[in-house]
C-alpha cells in the first residue's frame, strides 16, 4: 500500500492550463479504471473532482479534466482561478480491495 | 440534503483506545459503501478502511489493520472505527467518507481530530 506518486507542488498563472500527474503500479492505478482526484483548501474537507479516470460530479466545472495512460492518471485545469489554489490528490482502487492516496500537490496560482 | 457528521475525537493516550462515530443524513447508510480516511496534521491523506455495502466484506489499511474496527448501525444511521492500542502516529484529522462508485468518495464529514499523546 504505497502512496501513489504526485509532484508536492505545481503553479500557473490565471487563465493557464496545468497538469498534475500521479503514478502508480499495475496493482493500483495501471490494473483498474477507478481513479480519482480530490481538491482540498485549508482546513477544509477534500472535494470529488473526477471519478472513474475521467468522469465529473455534477457541479464540478469542465475546467477540470482527467486521463490515464499505464501506471499514471493525470489531472488537468484548464483557464486557472485563483480559487483553484488548493491541494490536489488522487487516489486509485487497489488489487487488495483497498484505496491508496497520493502525496499531495500544491497548486499555487502565481 | 446528506450529511455526514463525526464525533468522538479528542486526546488519548499511546495503548489506549477511542471510538468515533459518523452520523449520516439524506440517504441510507446501509446502502454504501463507507470509509474511513485520516490525515496527519500537515500531511496527506491515508484510506484506512471501509465496510462494502453488503456490510460483509471490510478492509483495512496495513497501518490499522488488527487495531482498528469499522462497523455500522442500520437503526442508527451511523457508521463506528473502533481504534484500538494507539499510537502516536495515529493522530490525525478522521474523516467519515461515502463511496459513490469504486472508491470515488462523495461526500466528506468535517472531521474529527484525534491526538495520541502523553
Known amino acids: 500500500q504505497s502512496a501513489l506518486t504526485q509532484a508536492a507542488s505545481v503553479s500557473g498563472s490565471p487563465g493557464q492550463s496545468i497538469t498534475i500527474s500521479c503514478t502508480g503500479t499495475?496493482?493500483?492505478?495501471?490494473?483498474?479504471?477507478?481513479v480519482s482526484w480530490y481538491q482540498q483548501h485549508p482546513g477544509k474537507a477534500p472535494k470529488l473532482l473526477i471519478y472513474?479516470?475521467?468522469n465529473r460530479p455534477s457541479g464540478v466545472p469542465d475546467r477540470f479534466s482527467g486521463s490515464k495512460s499505464g501506471n499514471t492518471a493525470s489531472l488537468t485545469i484548464s483557464g486557472l482561478q485563483a480559487e483553484d489554489e488548493a491541494d490536489y490528490y488522487c487516489s486509485s482502487s487497489t488489487s487488495g480491495n483497498t484505496d491508496v492516496f497520493g502525496g499531495g500537490t500544491k497548486l499555487t496560482v502565481l | 440534503q446528506v450529511q455526514l457528521v463525526e464525533s468522538g475525537g479528542g486526546v488519548v493516550q499511546p495503548g489506549r483506545s477511542l471510538r468515533l462515530s459518523c452520523a449520516a443524513s439524506?440517504?441510507?447508510?446501509?446502502?454504501?459503501?463507507m470509509h474511513w480516511v485520516r490525515q496527519a496534521p500537515g500531511k496527506g491523506l491515508e484510506w484506512v478502511a471501509d465496510i462494502w455495502a453488503d456490510g460483509i466484506k471490510i478492509y483495512y489499511a496495513d497501518s490499522v489493520e488488527g487495531r482498528f474496527t469499522i462497523s455500522r448501525d442500520k437503526s442508527k444511521n451511523t457508521l463506528s472505527l473502533q481504534m484500538n492500542s494507539l499510537r502516536a502516529e495515529d493522530t490525525a484529522v478522521y474523516y467519515c467518507?461515502?463511496?459513490?462508485?469504486?472508491?470515488?468518495?462523495?461526500?466528506w464529514g468535517q472531521g474529527t481530530l484525534v491526538t495520541v499523546s502523553s
Open positions: 472513474e479516470v475521467y
Open positions: 467518507a461515502r463511496d459513490m462508485s469504486h472508491y470515488a468518495f462523495d461526500y
Open positions: 439524506g440517504f441510507t447508510l446501509s446502502s454504501y459503501g
Open positions: 499495475s496493482s493500483d492505478v495501471g490494473g483498474y479504471n477507478y
